[in-house]
Protein backbone atom coordinates (compact mmCIF):
# COMPACT_ATOMS: atom_id res chain seq x y z
CA UNK A 1 0.00 0.00 0.00
CA UNK A 2 1.32 3.09 -1.13
CA UNK A 3 -0.06 6.98 -1.01
CA UNK A 4 1.73 9.51 -2.98
CA UNK A 5 0.80 12.97 -1.83
CA UNK A 6 1.63 15.88 -3.87
CA UNK A 7 0.78 19.50 -5.63
CA UNK A 8 2.33 21.59 -2.51
CA UNK A 9 4.54 24.57 -3.65
CA UNK A 10 5.04 28.56 -2.50
CA UNK A 11 1.80 30.36 -3.01
CA UNK A 12 0.77 34.24 -1.94
CA UNK A 13 -1.72 34.95 1.05
CA UNK A 14 -5.10 34.57 -0.86
CA UNK A 15 -3.92 32.19 -3.01
CA UNK A 16 -5.08 28.87 -4.25
CA UNK A 17 -3.54 25.41 -4.04
CA UNK A 18 -4.58 22.06 -4.89
CA UNK A 19 -3.18 19.02 -3.11
CA UNK A 20 -3.26 15.22 -5.00
CA UNK A 21 -2.88 11.92 -3.32
CA UNK A 22 -2.60 8.96 -5.23
CA UNK A 23 -3.64 5.67 -3.08
CA UNK A 24 -1.96 2.67 -4.42
CA UNK A 25 -2.75 -1.28 -3.30
CA UNK A 26 -6.09 -1.21 -2.19
CA UNK A 27 -8.79 1.45 -0.74
CA UNK A 28 -9.57 2.35 2.48
CA UNK A 29 -12.88 3.34 4.13
CA UNK A 30 -11.40 6.92 5.43
CA UNK A 31 -9.27 9.08 3.72
CA UNK A 32 -7.54 12.26 5.59
CA UNK A 33 -5.29 14.77 5.43
CA UNK A 34 -3.36 16.24 8.14
CA UNK A 35 -0.63 19.02 8.38
CA UNK A 36 2.44 19.74 10.64
CA UNK A 37 4.09 23.10 11.05
CA UNK A 38 7.33 23.22 12.22
CA UNK A 39 7.51 22.81 16.01
CA UNK A 40 3.96 22.13 16.16
CA UNK A 41 1.87 18.51 16.83
CA UNK A 42 0.60 16.78 13.66
CA UNK A 43 -2.96 18.76 12.97
CA UNK A 44 -5.75 16.92 11.51
CA UNK A 45 -7.22 18.94 8.17
CA UNK A 46 -10.08 17.29 6.41
CA UNK A 47 -11.46 13.82 6.31
CA UNK A 48 -13.83 12.23 2.86
CA UNK A 49 -15.70 8.65 3.89
CA UNK A 50 -14.80 6.74 0.34
CA UNK A 51 -18.51 4.88 0.13
CA UNK A 52 -20.52 8.50 0.28
CA UNK A 53 -18.01 11.15 -0.18
CA UNK A 54 -19.20 12.76 3.38
CA UNK A 55 -16.43 15.18 4.38
CA UNK A 56 -15.39 16.42 7.83
CA UNK A 57 -13.07 19.65 8.18
CA UNK A 58 -11.15 21.46 10.89
CA UNK A 59 -12.58 24.70 12.15
CA UNK A 60 -9.67 26.23 10.62
CA UNK A 61 -9.99 25.49 7.25
CA UNK A 62 -13.66 25.38 6.62
CA UNK A 63 -14.80 26.67 4.31
CA UNK A 64 -11.84 27.60 2.31
CA UNK A 65 -10.87 23.91 1.87
CA UNK A 66 -12.72 20.81 -0.25
CA UNK A 67 -12.00 17.28 -0.33
CA UNK A 68 -12.78 14.80 -2.58
CA UNK A 69 -11.80 12.11 -4.34
CA UNK A 70 -12.01 10.65 -8.04
CA UNK A 71 -13.13 7.29 -8.04
CA UNK A 72 -11.50 6.05 -11.39
CA UNK A 73 -7.95 7.51 -10.51
CA UNK A 74 -8.03 6.35 -6.89
CA UNK A 75 -7.39 9.74 -5.80
CA UNK A 76 -8.23 12.23 -2.96
CA UNK A 77 -7.71 15.81 -3.17
CA UNK A 78 -8.04 19.05 -1.40
CA UNK A 79 -8.36 22.01 -3.09
CA UNK A 80 -7.73 24.96 -0.30
CA UNK A 81 -8.69 28.50 -1.73
CA UNK A 82 -7.87 31.77 0.42
CA UNK A 83 -4.80 30.85 1.29
CA UNK A 84 -3.20 32.45 4.80
CA UNK A 85 0.47 32.25 6.41
CA UNK A 86 -0.69 29.83 8.88
CA UNK A 87 -1.48 27.28 6.70
CA UNK A 88 1.86 26.92 6.43
CA UNK A 89 3.33 23.21 7.24
CA UNK A 90 3.75 19.70 5.65
CA UNK A 91 0.23 18.46 4.24
CA UNK A 92 0.00 14.59 4.73
CA UNK A 93 -2.57 12.19 3.17
CA UNK A 94 -3.58 9.77 5.17
CA UNK A 95 -5.58 6.61 5.10
CA UNK A 96 -7.86 4.14 7.35
CA UNK A 97 -10.09 1.06 7.22
CA UNK A 98 -11.83 2.09 10.53
CA UNK A 99 -15.57 3.22 10.72
CA UNK A 100 -16.57 6.52 11.10
CA UNK A 101 -14.95 10.16 11.00
CA UNK A 102 -11.45 10.13 12.19
CA UNK A 103 -9.10 13.18 13.06
CA UNK A 104 -6.42 11.66 15.13
CA UNK A 105 -3.25 10.74 13.65
CA UNK A 106 -2.95 7.82 15.90
CA UNK A 107 -6.52 6.48 14.05
CA UNK A 108 -4.92 5.96 10.39
CA UNK A 109 -2.87 3.60 9.23
CA UNK A 110 -1.59 4.33 6.10
CA UNK A 111 0.04 7.34 5.43
CA UNK A 112 2.08 9.91 2.38
CA UNK A 113 5.59 11.06 2.42
CA UNK A 114 4.08 14.68 2.87
CA UNK A 115 3.96 17.88 0.38
CA UNK A 116 5.03 21.42 1.47
CA UNK A 117 2.90 24.33 1.53
CA UNK A 118 4.42 27.87 1.90
CA UNK A 119 2.06 30.61 1.90
CA UNK A 120 3.68 34.02 1.78
CA UNK A 121 2.51 37.53 3.46
Known amino acids: VQLQASGGGLVQ?????????????RRFNGYGWFRQA????REF???IRWSDTYTYYADSVKG???ISR????NT?????NGLKPEDTAVYYCAAHQRTGVRTRPNDYDYWG??????VSS
Not at 13 to 25: I, M, T
Not at 76 to 80: A, D, E, Y
Not at 113 to 118: M, R, Y
Request: charged share 15%.
Open 13 to 25: AGGSLRLSCAASG
Open 38 to 41: PGKE
Open 45 to 47: VAF
Open 64 to 66: RCT
Open 70 to 73: DNAK
Open 76 to 80: VSLQM
Open 113 to 118: QGTLVT
